[in-house]
């Protein structure tokens, strides 16, 4: 009987091992999962972000027609150039300025909640200045790019954070 009460007391006390143990191996578990679900905030802009976003906005299908199909970003910008009137009367360049800063703001949120503070876009040619948009503080990180177009025409973007 002395003997049956000890492989009873081992018995139990390798349950409660086994029990601690999964009770710590759980607890780790746990802490790691939460590091790795907790991702850092974004800090800063890539480049890659601005350029890409770039060329797909000049890309992007505008509301102005001429008599063929609706104008592009970029097939635009050279219609406003020429000072060319879109198929249902409106100005080319009004077209642009409003197409532009919709797809910024949607594109490019600014605030002390998000990663970017500002931004600016610039359109000129040789000539003259087409299009200058300004949107929320100038920091002194800022990624951009340039793009150059035909026509003389170039793009600049920024992206301040």
Not at 65 to 85: A, G, H, P, T, Y
Not at 100 to 129: A, M, R
Not at 148 to 158: A, G, H, R, S
Request: proline share 3%.
């Amino acid at each position: 009987m002395v003997e049956t009460r000890k492989k009873n007391k081992f018995g139990q006390e390798e349950m409660v091992g086994f029990a601690l143990i999964l009770i710590l191996v759980a607890v780790i578990l746990l802490v790691f999962l939460g590091f790795s679900l907790r991702s850092p905030p974004k800090e800063s802009v890539e480049s890659y972000e601005v350029e890409s976003f770039l060329q797909s906005m000049l890309q992007y299908t505008t509301e102005c027609e001429d008599n063929i199909e609706r104008l592009s970003v970029q097939d635009l910008i050279f219609s406003c150039n020429e000072n060319e009137k879109c198929a249902d009367g409106k100005n080319s360049c009004e077209v642009l300025k409003t197409e532009v800063e919709s797809i910024l703001k949607e594109s490019w949120k600014i605030g002390d909640e998000w990663p970017v503070k500002g931004y600016e876009l610039i359109i000129n040619t040789d000539t003259q200045s087409i299009l200058e948009i300004k949107e929320g503080e100038t920091t002194g990180n800022s990624k951009g790019a340039p793009q150059y177009l035909p026509k003389e025409t170039d793009v600049f973007f920024k992206a301040y954070y």
